[in-house]
């Protein structure tokens, strides 16, 4: 069957088969699903080869490390393709050069720290990229940065990654290559694991809001062929020295505020939180009103096509309602129970007088928000049921109820993005540049929304505020484009789509190698992305067959690294602990 089969369109989606025989199950090992030529070039200014002999060491700390190591032979851009790596002292056995400042090191098997030893060691990779942005790589070392992971017993590696806002006048670093280039640093470390400490098995990626959508990206498709053509592009490891093939799969993701599913967000966003706005770009004069209604009544029809089950294993789906827009079904009854959950764990994790400070802008903004203390549960209570009563409480319990989507979106999730939030009808958001084709040239994604335009575009049309531009002439084009590896943006959108690799509903079902360890975290506050986000990519990874995966909606926090009690990256730390155990 051929990949365009995958789901497109709100209007034409089919449930497909599973395809391939590469079963891809949670846990499995990291072996590359086929076998590929070796892409390290002899003639290429850059090696595969990891030196032993250039380790710097921090004395003070005992840490041996190395910065600015470029990890493929053929590097498009070179200022972010390279890493760097944050070892404890335990695990290296080192002498030192002539030079007096840097060391020759080999793997100290039976060095130890904490629970790990330089053989076992998990190797923790932190993906900082807010928006699809690149991650700088570093420049020179800093303990302080690292501490907290390496007092823990991991090994940190750093690598620099390209991204939506790195793109120059001669080359686009938009989506695949953010992910691409993670993966081209995984594999190099699989190609060193004979002179690296640590275990390559257990690689574990972290990172909040687009980071944690690229790490999530990255879990999923692990060894996908989506990703092939991009790899030997830029000389990636794709064999060891021996000719056998390499893998980019990963043992474990951690995820905070994750946005991702791009796809299939412009509908999920109207139907979760804009159906119940009516301002701005959501006013009834507005052609945008309109288009938000039609966003709302597709996803539905494509929500019901992904087959999703909880885990009693009901099939999870959506129902027309009285009023609103498709809010009641099974699947309705899933999203209260996380939202009352959420408010409920809240609760029992909470003391009164309690202070809840809003955020003030997103995370490193230095913006401030605001502060309100409420003395009891029942103050908080019926602050949020302010506009309506949505929530029920029961003081002998210390347990609440939500009755509705409604009511808690207008008191805790408004839409704070305009129609059209990922996918925007004239290429403004910050979205349209994940998927730019060049400089300064934002793209159109999403056939899902395309498809609204197309059926709707005559109305559209008696709105005085429409523009022909935003028609669906214009998606068309932008999906014919193709970039410098030949590939068009369907191709490449279906490589940052998680549920591309772990629903039965699209083409990539199974073609890949899927993390075995999750951990998901969100702000249940947060208007940067619908509730179903992180809901669907926790349900698709459930039914995928994934045993491990944590997942929690916290309440009172909205877009940030949030965690129900305790310091995200201690947090962290811990949870990786607890699923590699050595």
Request: proline letters at 7%.
């Given at each position: 069957m051929n990949r365009r089969t995958v789901i497109r369109s709100a209007t034409g989606v089919a449930a497909l088969a599973a395809i391939g025989t590469a079963e891809g199950t949670a846990g499995t090992a990291f072996a590359a699903t086929s076998s590929s030529s070796s892409s390290s070039s002899t003639s290429s200014a850059y090696s595969l080869e990891f030196d032993s002999t250039a380790w710097s060491y921090d004395a003070t700390n005992d840490v041996y490390y190395q910065v600015g190591k470029v990890y493929v032979t053929n590097p498009a851009a070179t200022d972010y393709e390279n890493l760097?790596?944050?070892?404890?002292?335990?695990?290296?056995?080192?002498?030192?050069?002539?030079?007096?400042?840097?060391?020759?090191?080999?793997?100290?098997?039976?060095?130890?720290?904490?629970?790990?030893s330089g053989h076992t060691a998990p190797i923790v990779i932190p993906v900082n990229t807010p928006g699809y942005a690149q991650q700088a790589p570093a420049t020179s070392y800093s303990y302080t940065s690292v501490s907290e992971y390496l007092e823990a017993g991991l090994i940190y590696v750093w690598p620099g990654l390209r991204g939506r806002n790195s793109s120059t006048s001669t080359r686009s670093d938009a989506a695949p290559w953010g992910v691409t280039d993670l993966k081209a640093a995984i594999r190099f470390l699989r190609y060193n694991r004979s002179v690296l400490p640590g275990s390559t098995d257990?690689?574990?990626?972290?990172?909040?809001?687009?980071?944690?959508?690229?790490?999530?990206?990255?879990?999923?498709?692990?060894?996908?062929?989506?990703?092939?053509?991009?790899l030997r592009t830029i000389g990636a490891a794709m064999e060891d020295a021996h000719g056998r093939p390499l893998s980019d799969a990963v043992a474990g993701v951690m995820a905070w505020c994750p946005i991702t599913n791009l796809a299939e967000a412009n509908l999920s966003y109207e139907w979760n939180m804009g159906q119940f706005a009516s301002t701005s770009t959501r006013a009834s004069t507005t052609w945008t009103s309109a288009y938000s209604k039609d966003l709302a009544k597709a996803w539905p029809k494509y929500l019901n096509r992904l087959g999703l089950r909880d885990e009693h294993g009901r099939r999870l789906r959506l129902t027309e309602s009285s009023s609103g827009t498709y809010l009641s079904g099974s699947y309705y009854d899933h999203l209260i129970g996380v939202i009352t959950t959420s408010l409920n764990n809240f609760l029992?994790?909470?003391?009164?007088?309690?202070?809840?400070?809003?955020?003030?802008?997103?995370?490193?903004s230095g913006q401030t928000g605001t502060s309100t203390t409420y003395a009891t549960v029942a103050d908080y209570i019926a602050y949020l049921n302010t506009d309506s009563t949505w929530v029920t409480y029961d003081a002998t319990t210390n347990t609440a109820t939500v009755s509705g989507l409604e009511g808690f979106v207008n008191s805790q999730k408004t839409a704070n993005k305009p129609v059209g939030a990922f996918d925007g009808y004239s290429r403004g958001q910050g979205e349209n540049s994940v998927f730019a084709m060049g400089l300064n040239a934002p793209s159109h994604f999403a056939p899902l929304t395309r498809d609204v335009i197309k059926a709707n575009e005559t109305t559209y049309a008696t709105y005085s505020d429409w523009n022909s531009a935003y028609g669906s002439a214009a998606y068309d084009s932008d999906f014919a484009q193709k970039d410098s590896v030949g590939k068009d943006i369907l191709w490449r959108g279906d490589a940052y789509n998680p549920l591309y690799f772990i629903s039965p509903a699209f083409d990539g079902y199974r073609r890949s190698q899927v993390a075995p360890h999750w951990?998901?975290?969100?702000?249940?506050?947060?208007g940067d992305t619908a509730n179903t986000t992180e809901i669907n990519l926790q349900l698709a990874l459930l039914n995928y067959g994934v045993r491990d995966v944590d997942f929690a909606t916290v309440w009172a926090m909205a877009h940030t690294m949030a965690e129900r009690t305790g310091d995200s990256t201690a947090n962290f730390i811990s949870w990786v602990e607890s699923v590699v155990k050595k």
């Open positions: 760097s790596i944050y070892v404890p002292g335990a695990y290296l056995t080192a002498t030192a050069n002539s030079d007096g400042t840097t060391y020759t090191a080999k793997i100290n098997r039976k060095g130890t720290v904490g629970q790990y257990d690689i574990v990626l972290f990172g909040m809001s687009g980071g944690g959508a690229q790490d999530t990206v990255a879990g999923t498709s692990g060894d996908s062929p989506l990703f092939d053509p991009y029992s994790d909470n003391t009164f007088p309690y202070t809840i400070t809003t955020q003030g802008g997103p995370p490193g951990r998901i975290r969100t702000g249940i506050m947060q």
